[in-house]
């Protein structure tokens, strides 16, 4: 199975190049014939790679430790569940599941456009296969899944089959982190489909706005998959990791929100050229840089070059990924440079004060947002070339820098969409903003008078009531407008005024899932937290809440074995809960697991961790976070993940003339 | 360049400038700033380190991890150097980390005058624990 794997994996070479090959042929000669031929060289990609993923899993289902990737990620005692997931555990089965997803895409666009973009579709096509090409070369040449188990004996290299595995590393053993790889790299790959067809546009120099309407509801999937990837994987982190929270400025958790950011500033701008016919470079850049962003995280992941507490050890793929990209980078550029008569804009911008204006500057904000993040994560290699010195900056410049642009970002979510095009009359301005202002004064005024202080969060607070209450009159004005006109009740007018224009409204409804999001990122400035080392009986304090120890509990499974501290939680002398965190041993992989417990409201979270025994036995140490508001940031990505899906139903016509 | 455009200039450099300015407000040399260093480096640094955050990575001393109530103190070796570090933190600290394992550490902190390192952070990885290394073969 492992042979018939290798050889199906070893296709995907020849048969993406052949791809790559008949699309730019195709292109040149503009032959029907050789675009039907990359074609079914997608499809044939797709199949390949198909065939050699169910290979690997076979060979993980049934343990067969005669393969390295199996070996080192699975053991006989793993639950099925995560031998099948253990597909993407390890760096060189997640990097097919990358090249996977890649075919999968190639083949949904080139079967979505058979017949249609015969124009773009050679280049399209084109530059998927060379992705292809790329992926294929590191899966087959330099990180084979499939690559047998060799030991040393004596001197020489032997095959040998091993008696049990090393197992799944722990920290992976976990629901999040189950569909967080899948999800991230799903958006990650995503953009490539865009910047195909960008990258068509501007060969063929058909740079009207078709390639952007083709592309919208990838842009958008894309998108929606990158949030809730990264959202994923700081859940995860904070049920897993165990130090109290879920997002670190890590320089992989950098890479993943810098093509978000980069999209997300995408999906604004676009907006201006459909319209106004303005910021077409831009557009073309932010596509292009969102696809290399992409590629470079995943090089960051995977090239050591930034030590991480997530990163696979090096290996080996930093020079190709370094020729990749650059040769990405110096491809695109040229071509912008070569096009940049013919994208020229059909307007110009009118008034500071002007939809277009906010659009304008939300963009900006998301550029010094890339910039500044991929300055500070790119900070250790940056200072080493000038200064000799690897000096890392920590979370307090990132936060420095980040909460007073997001806090910007989210003010204009507010402002913006009650701006009008072109240009916005003060009467207007007074109308709009005038009780909404008031109304987050007033919020400001209530909430210090019940003793907030932290100037940070008082400012993100009102800003979140602010912008919150724009999305309401936004919806009510609209419901009711239309409930006049139609008859109908308020709710159904409200749906039907949404299913109307699904990329508006499903446009406000991510907004709103971004303020509650913020309020839940502003809980960060309330944490508190507390250390006890307590034995049977002992109890503590913290905040309002007093824990009281009861008893220490050992035990063993198979796969593990554990140690559970459980504890009463009082508040006011009244039983909330009992909290149990608890500590594993895994005996496959020789590796200790923290398991938290949390007892999570909207309010806060109670976050407890067992961090160790003591010395002589009897007492344990007891770690115990209060973090105000953390599941807002939860229920903000749910809403999110509402409010894209919506954004992508179609919209609703109706017969009769009416609303917009 | 017309006083529309004038605008929008002023205002986009506004926002970058502060954006610049919260940059490099933000590189503090004691606080937001680590040099990454290792064990047998920091003692080449002398005085210079101790006004420096540094990052040292090393191997930790097998068997050297003392506990004493709510205080951890253990020792980090790079071929012949040894570095005593104190741990001040308040995070839990890693599973990885324990008397038993061979992992390499990486402690962030300050080194005081009397040449103990104090830790905030200590971040352990596994060294081996994922690459080739079986024991017992199946013959």
Known sequence: ?660 | MNSKKMKFVIGSLVIIVAVIVLAIQGMKEDTTMSYSKSVSEVKMLGSRAYAMTLKVNGDLKKGSIVRNNLDLDFVITEGNSELSIHYIGKDPIPDTFNNDMDAEVIVSGKLQQDGVFNAERIQAKCASKYEADYSSPEI
Do not use: C
């Open chain 1, 1 to 660: 199975m492992a042979d018939l794997g290798n050889i199906l994996l070893f296709f995907l070479f020849p048969v993406s190049v052949f791809t790559a090959l008949t699309a730019l042929a195709a292109g040149i000669t503009k032959r029907r014939g050789l675009l039907e031929a990359a074609r079914r060289g997608a499809y044939a990609a797709f199949a390949v790679t198909t065939l050699a993923v169910l290979a690997l899993e076979y060979l993980l289902v049934t343990s067969d430790f005669s393969i390295e990737y199996v070996a080192s990620n699975t053991n006989f005692a793993l639950p099925l569940f995560y031998k099948i997931v253990a597909l993407w555990a390890g760096h060189n089965g997640s990097l097919l599941l990358w090249t996977w997803i890649v075919t999968i895409f190639s083949a949904i666009v080139a079967y979505q456009h058979r017949h249609k973009n015969n124009d773009l579709m050679p280049y399209v096509l084109f530059v998927m296969a060379t992705t292809m090409v790329f992926f294929s070369i590191l899966s087959v040449f330099i990180s084979n899944p499939f690559q047998t188990l060799y030991q040393d004996f004596g001197n020489t290299l032997q095959e040998f089959t091993a008696r049990d595995g090393h197992g799944l590393n722990p920290l992976l053993q976990h629901p999040a982190m189950v569909i967080h790889p899948p999800v991230l790299f799903i958006g990650y790959v995503g953009s490539v489909v865009p910047f195909a067809f960008a990258i068509a546009a501007l060969i063929t120099g058909k740079l009207g706005s078709g390639w952007i309407h083709t592309t919208r509801r990838w842009a958008l999937t894309t998108w929606g998959f990158l949030a809730v990837g990264i959202i994923l994987g700081g859940k995860w982190a904070y049920v897993e990791l165990g130090w109290g929270g879920y997002w670190a400025w890590d320089p992989v958790e950098n890479a993943s929100l810098l093509p978000w950011l980069t999209s997300t500033a995408y999906l604004h701008s676009v907006m201006i050229q459909e319209r106004k016919g303005m910021l077409k470079i831009w557009n073309m850049a932010l596509v292009i840089s969102t696809y290399l962003l992409a590629i470079f995280g995943t090089f960051l992941t995977r090239s050591g070059i930034v030590s991480s507490v997530h990163a696979f050890a090096n290996s080996g793929l930093g020079p190709a990924f370094a020729v990749f990209l650059s040769m990405g980078i110096i491809f695109s550029l040229s071509l912008l440079i070569y096009r940049r008569k013919d994208l020229k804009p059909d307007e110009e911008m009118e008034s500071l004060v002007s939809r277009e204006s906010g659009f304008l500057f939300n963009n900006l904000l998301f550029l010094l947002a890339t910039i500044a993040v991929l300055w500070g994560t790119m900070f250790p290699v940056i200072s080493e070339l000038f200064t000799g010195d690897q000096i890392t900056v920590g979370p307090p410049w990132f936060n420095n820098i980040m909460i007073p642009i997001g806090l910007a970002l989210l003010l204009l979510t507010g402002a913006g969409p009650l701006l009008a095009w072109r240009h916005t009359s003060v009467e207007t301005l007074k109308r709009s903003f005038g009780w909404p202002t008031l109304g987050s004064i007033i919020f400001i005024a209530i909430l210090f008078a019940f003793g907030i202080r932290d100037g940070w969060a008082l400012g993100s607070f009102a800003i979140s009531f602010f912008v919150m209450w724009t999305i309401v009159v936004e919806f009510v004005k609209g419901a009711n407008i239309r409930k006049k006109n139609s008859g109908e009740n308020f709710f159904l007018a409200m749906y039907m005024l949404s299913r109307k224009n699904t990329r508006r409204y499903g446009g406000y409804l991510i907004h709103a899932a971004m303020v509650v999001m913020f309020v839940g990122f502003t809980g960060n400035a309330f944490n508190t937290e507390t250390r006890a080392e307590v034995g049977e009986g002992d109890s503590f304090q913290l905040g309002p809440y007093t824990f009281k120890a009861l008893t220490i509990i050992d035990e063993q499974n198979d796969n593990y074995s554990s140690q559970t501290l459980e504890m009463e939680m009082y508040r006011d002398n009244r039983l909330i809960d009992t909290i149990s965190p608890q500590k594993r041993f895994y005996f496959a992989s020789e590796q200790p697991s923290t398991e938290v417990d949390i007892y999570s409201t909207i309010r806060e979270d109670i976050y407890a961790v067992l961090s160790g025994m003591n010395n002589d036995g009897t007492k344990v140490i007891v770690q115990v976070y209060r973090n105000p508001f953390v599941s807002m940031v939860w229920i903000g990505a749910f809403i999110m993940g509402i409010g894209t899906l919506f954004a992508m139903l179609p919209n609703l016509r109706e017969s009769k003339a009416g609303g917009e």
